[in-house]
């Protein structure tokens, strides 16, 4: 094989690795967002960070420093603390835009509660329906709709179709991701422990709960961006790196051999 072809191929595969890899920081985001701050450290803290820049197709739903601090108070252990956190990362993507067009008013979508395979049957889904006045709420599939009272507030960080970072209007929690872990291993799968404040228990402030019921339409299947996919998916966002990896060290070395 001529040196020029084999250098062109090498080239197209680093280009295509490059494409492959998840390019987002989630604290870097955060960051420049000081009301935001304290749900940053907690990423960071419980590990869900690193599982939010590794994925290639990820929604972030932020919580405000008061509403934090709210939950950090009531002194959940870690692992229900990361359960709770994992509730606000939806994987799949979703901005402003997509929110307000769900086919039939609603979709219901997995999150990295779901895909850790540490929630209860379907308990790690996350339903997201619109409601009277156009409000987008957002709520876990194990509490009652009539319950819904975390609302979207503004887009924060949208990288199409990689990485939204949305805020929302209160901690988004229920009773699975609270309840204590059946894994006995469970502090260990996650990196070391890094428990949020011990203080004296104290209700999770949630948003505005006067919202009258609104048709809400079907569970959603495709929100037309791009071909993006909502709807019920249980799967995880695609993690392209390992592959890529391999097939460029294996397309390496047929051309070595080759050359």
Same mark, same amino acid.
């Given at each position: ?45 419980t590990g869900l960070a690193d599982d939010i820049d590794g994925r290639n197709t990820i929604t972030v ?58 929630a209860p049957g379907s308990e790690g889904m996350v339903k997201i329906a619109v409601r009277r006045g ?50 006995? #291993? ?24 006067? #919202? ?9 299947? #495709? ?22 990896l391999a097939f460029l060290m294996a397309a390496s070395a047929i051309l070595v051999v080759n050359w």
């Open positions: 094989m001529p040196r020029a072809r084999v250098v062109h191929v090498m080239l197209l595969l680093f280009v295509a690795l490059g494409a492959c890899r998840a390019t987002h920081n989630i604290t870097a985001i955060l960051a420049d967002h000081r009301d935001l701050a304290e749900f940053g450290r907690q990423l960071t803290a739903l932020a919580v405000d420093d008061a509403h934090m601090a709210q939950l950090r108070a009531r002194g959940l252990p870690r692992e229900a603390l990361r359960h709770v956190l994992s509730l606000h990362v939806l994987v799949d993507y979703y901005d402003d835009a997509k929110l307000h067009r769900l086919p039939g008013g609603s979709a219901v979508v997995s999150t990295l509660f779901q895909a850790s395979g540490d156009g409000r987008v709420a957002f709520v876990p599939q194990d509490v009652d709709d009539a319950r819904a009272n975390v609302f979207y507030v503004k887009s924060v960080h949208e990288a199409p179709y990689n990485i939204s970072v949305l805020q929302v209007s209160a901690v988004i929690t229920s009773p699975a991701a609270e309840a204590p872990s059946n894994s006995t #291993d469970a502090s260990s799968k996650h990196g070391p422990p890094n428990a949020g404040a011990h203080a004296a228990p104290s209700p999770v402030g949630q948003g505005s709960s006067s #919202d009258d019921g609104a048709d809400e339409g079907k569970k959603s299947g #495709d929100g037309g961006d791009g071909g993006k996919k909502n709807g019920a998916s249980v799967g995880a966002a695609p993690r392209g790196l390992p592959f890529a």
